[in-house]
């Protein structure tokens, strides 16, 4: 009998009940009790979505991150967060997202002005977590409370027999890995202190009734030096005493080299990802001692494609015979990264949505494997007829293969890349053009998507508002933005972004090969979510997406104003991919589709084309060895996207927060006349890798976090841009916030851009 599970339920709600209320909550609208008591609902109907299973995860849910969670779990809040009066849930929350002393001027000594804690993205995810942070000096002490409170709820109410509850947590060494030590210290040192608060947890959640507890080490899934793998067997080593059964779970990719490593830890049972390494798993059976349960992750918990069932069952039947009691089957890794339940889905088109399946339909499939598997596959004869069908009729649909992008795409050469002149060359001819003044001030693209932006969308897609009352709304927004704009005094200006959904949604929806669900929400950080398009066929564009909003919103000023598009490579690493053909296949496509818009809006008169590509890298493959040919096709995409242009136009790109160290050539290789990046939080030291390149274009460092609420002052940011101009020289830098403005409130942007205007007032007066 082959035993059913799941890593983790998405948590954020079918219809994001979390967000909402996550969100009332932090304005003061509902109380904590409120908040508390939907997120016991939440769970509640997440186990009973699980029933079917053998165990179900206990622990998955979060009120705003996973990692943030074990950092609570283990005692390991910043320092500066800590020992303050109030309720420890707000004081999560200040962790999380940071506290203005502004907002809260009686507060603004005790507990009024914290700083957020850093965000970076999970492994290669468009998931962010809080960074855990370290010191030499870090001590460790357990508070089990969340989880055993979650347990009991599991086992109480949650209709979680005993036994079926398996708490989720973060793994010792992954949890130090994804961590950072303040002080540049050795994270590693700390494992000794770490090691005694894990047994204590797990002795604790033993003792209230878990049988089994996963343990998430996806760090076994990218290389190791010595050092990493060492800790690994201390850790399990240590562990093994403990009265829990240790599901050791991986995810996310191949465990190559660590192979042997994670087929000999010490622990009860072993999760991989066999929809990632398919050709691992017999060689694994090999490695593993005879009593071991080996748990296949045969579902993809990364993306919206139907599995195809009998191909699975083909593999899985031999290693059934093989593991018997011992083989478990799951999706590869927590569900998180998908849509709750496809069957929300009204207007998705039939065809499309024959091909998918979300969170709950994966769960589904799961059943259908395993009932295949322990009853026979004549008992589910009908579930797999119908799985075949459904494969076999996107395998031959026309919608998926369109021959004059194949033609087009065959085409591609290296001249298609090329800019006319060198950066060297070309930037005083755009300098000439521009007449911008030294420190020249920018906005990355978006602003607050008001009540009433929002509102009008609704409206609009109800069908209560036609297309001219929509147009009217959304110019009524642009020109809003203009004139703030213009009342800052900022240089160069943006139209604001408000018919845009999301940045990437909004070209999905122009273009041909796209799909785009209603409620398919995956959680990208805390309460944001996003709604990943689902790329399913050939791209092309049927006309032109931006240009009449840009010529617009140019018709309201004497200011330039940037064209604003996502480029290729975000776009794809945003989105729901194929898996019927290479990313770098679907990634070079669009980027002839964006090229066409960037070509159209310089012939529209534009002098400045942003092309964001704030995702480029997160595609980043999770090995180092394959960074060079996803950086390769990912930086030709970009190029093909932007470099048909004359010289005379100024290409900008932005990134979000971005480690740059180890791809600056790569970036330097986009060529782009001017990169935002987002820096604030790292203090301009992010701008090391561009001094230490010599990268030799424009660059505007963030000068301010964009996630929070905090107002910056105006000395803070021209602190920033001082150290700034120690690394760049003056004449190459742009002043800006860190990302864009969309998610902050009108009352928060104006006062921020003012003093960001001012700070570059004094900055040129001081030059
Ligand atoms: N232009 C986009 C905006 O301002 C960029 C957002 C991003 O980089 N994530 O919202
Ligand atoms: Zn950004």
């Known amino acids: 009998m082959a035993t059913l599970h799941n890593l983790g339920f998405p948590r954020i709600g079918a219809r994001r009940e979390l967000k909402f209320a996550l969100e009332s909550y ?54 500066r967060v800590s020992g303050f009066h109030g309720d420890p849930l707000d004081n999560y929350f200040r962790v999380a997202r940071g506290r203005s002393g502004l907002f809260d001027p009686q507060h603004a000594l005790c507990c009024g002005g914290v700083a957020a804690g850093e965000m970076t993205k999970w492994f290669d995810t468009n998931y962010h977590y809080i960074v855990p942070e370290f010191t ?30 398996k708490p989720v947590i973060i793994g010792p060494v992954t949890y130090l890995a994804i961590g950072k030590a303040k002080d540049d210290s050795d994270k590693l040192a700390l494992l000794e202190r770490l090691l005694p608060v894990y047994a204590e947890l797990l002795d604790t959640l033993a ?11 996806p760090i076994l899934v990218t290389e190791l030096d010595a050092d990493w793998q060492h800790a690994l067997n201390t850790a399990y080593h240590q562990l093994k005493a403990c009265k829990v059964k240790i599901l050791l779970a991986t995810y996310f ?68 015979q093989r593991l018997g009691e011992r083989l478990w089957i799951a999706p590869s ?83 298609l890349g090329q800019r006319k002149s060198a950066y060297a060359q070309r930037a005083p001819w755009q300098a000439a053009i521009l007449k911008l003044p030294l420190y020249p001030t920018t906005t990355i693209g978006s602003f607050p998507q008001t009540a009433e932006i929002r509102h009008a969308r609704s409206e609009y897609r109800a069908g209560r ?125 669009l980027a002839l589709a964006i090229r066409e818009e960037v070509l159209d809006l310089e012939k529209a008169g534009v002098k400045i084309i942003q092309i964001d590509e704030a995702a480029l890298r997160e595609g980043l493959p999770l090995r180092k060895s394959q960074w060079k040919e996803y950086l390769d096709w990912a930086v030709e995409s970009f190029r093909i996207t932007a470099n048909g242009v004359r010289d005379e136009t100024q290409i900008h790109t932005h990134m979000c927060y971005s480690e740059f160290n180890d791809i600056i050539a790569s970036i330097a290789g986009m060529d782009a006349d001017v990169i935002t990046i987002e820096t604030s ?61 969309k998610t902050r409130q009108w009352a928060e942007v104006i006062p921020a851009l003012a003093h960001m205007v001012e700070a570059a007032r004094e900055l040129r007066a001081g030059a």
Request: net charge negative; glycine share 8%; proline share 5%.
């Open 26 to 79: 932090w304005k003061g609208e509902t109380s904590r009790d409120e908040l508390k008591q939907l997120g016991t609902q939440l769970r509640q109907r997440h186990w009973a979505d699980q029933a079917a299973l053998d165990l179900v995860p206990v622990g998955d849910f979060s009120f705003y991150d996973q990692v943030l969670d074990m950092s609570t779990t283990l005692g390991n809040l910043p320092g």
């Open 333 to 415: 890794c927590s569900l998180l990264h998908v849509p709750v339940d496809l069957d929300s889905e009204q207007k998705l088109d039939a065809e499309v949505k024959s091909w998918l399946a979300f969170a709950l339909q994966k769960l589904g499939e799961l059943r259908v494997l395993g009932r295949a598997l322990n009853e026979g596959r004549a008992t589910v004869a009908t579930e797999l007829a119908t799985n075949t069908a459904a494969l076999a009729a996107r395998r031959a649909s026309p919608r998926v293969t369109n021959p004059a992008v194949q033609a087009a795409l065959a085409r591609i050469d290296a001249s």
């Open 136 to 165: 030499a000096a870090t001590q460790f002490k357990l508070d089990a409370s969340r989880l055993l409170e979650q347990l009991a709820e599991a086992q109480e109410q949650g209709g979680v027999g005993e036994g079926r509850a």
């Open 465 to 589: 508002l036609d297309d001219a009352g929509y147009q009217a709304a959304m110019r009524a927004e642009i020109e809003r933005s203009v004139r703030e704009q213009e009342k800052l005094g900022l240089d160069v200006l943006v139209h604001g972004e408000a018919e845009r959904n999301d940045m990437v949604e909004y070209f999905g929806e122009q273009l041909e090969g796209y799909a785009f669900s209603q409620f398919g929400w995956v959680q990208s950080y805390g309460s944001r979510c996003v709604k990943p398009p689902i790329l399913f066929g050939d791209i092309s564009r049927p006309k032109a997406m931006t240009v009449e909003w840009i010529t617009y919103a140019q018709s309201l000023t004497k200011k330039p104003m940037k064209g604003m598009l996502t480029g290729p490579v975000t776009i794809l690493n945003w989105s729901f991919v194929r898996d019927d053909q290479p990313r770098s296949m679907s990634c070079r496509q």
């Open 681 to 741: 939080r790292s203090d301009m030291e992010l701008l090391d890798a561009f001094e230490n390149f010599q990268y030799p274009n424009e660059i505007g460092p963030g000068v301010y976090d964009i996630h929070s609420p905090n107002i910056p002052t105006q000395g803070h940011i021209v602190q920033l841009m001082e150290k700034a101009a120690e690394r760049i020289p003056a004449e190459r830098l742009w002043v800006n916030p860190d990302c864009g403005l």
């Open 253 to 320: 990719g191949q465990l190559q080299d660590n192979a042997y490593l994670a087929a000999n830890l010490p622990v009860a049972g072993l999760h991989v990802d066999a929809t990632s390494d398919q050709a691992g798993v017999l060689p694994l059976l090999g490695l593993l001692s005879p009593h071991k349960v080996l748990s296949l992750g045969v579902i993809s918990g990364r993306n919206i494609w139907k599995t195809d069932l009998t191909a699975t069952l083909d593999w899985l039947e031999p290693i059934a």
């Open 207 to 217: 003792a209230h009734g878990a049988e089994w507890v996963q343990i998430d080490e």
